[in-house]
Nanobody, 116 residues
C-alpha cells in the first residue's frame, strides 16, 4: 500500500520562507497528479498547487507569485516552496496523491504557522 508523507513545516516570521516536501513510498504503480491543499481553523480546505503526470503545474491565485510547486510524479515527490509568507498562510498543509485517475491518498498533514 502506498504512503504519503509530508515534511518541512514549522514556525516562520512574516516575510520568511519554508519548503514543504511530499514523498510517496510503498507499492506505487503510477501517479497521475500530486496536489497541495491547506486548511485553516474554521475554513474549508483549499487547493494551493498541483503537478500532473503530463508535466503540468499550477498554483492558486491566492499564492501565485509567492509559492512555487515543483517535483516529478515519476519520482513520487512534490515540493512547495513558500516565499514571502503572510499570517494568512497559516494552516495545516496536506499532500494528496492520485494513484489512479479517480482516487488517491492523503498525507497526515503538516502545520505551517506564520507569526512574529
Amino acid at each position: 500500500q502506498a504512503r504519503v508523507v509530508e515534511s518541512g513545516g514549522g514556525l516562520v516570521q512574516p516575510g520568511g520562507s519554508l519548503r514543504l516536501s511530499c514523498i510517496c513510498s510503498g507499492s506505487i504503480f503510477s501517479i497521475y497528479a500530486m496536489r497541495w491543499y491547506r486548511q485553516a481553523p474554521g475554513r474549508q480546505r483549499e487547493l494551493v498547487a498541483a503537478i500532473t503526470r503530463g508535466g503540468g503545474s499550477d498554483t492558486a491565485d491566492s499564492v501565485k507569485g509567492r509559492f512555487i510547486v515543483s517535483g516529478d510524479t515519476a519520482k513520487d515527490r512534490v515540493y512547495l516552496q513558500m516565499n514571502s509568507l503572510k499570517p494568512e498562510d497559516t494552516a495545516q498543509y496536506f499532500c494528496h496523491v492520485n494513484f489512479t485517475p479517480q482516487g488517491g491518498e492523503w498525507g497526515q498533514g503538516i502545520q505551517v504557522t506564520v507569526s512574529s
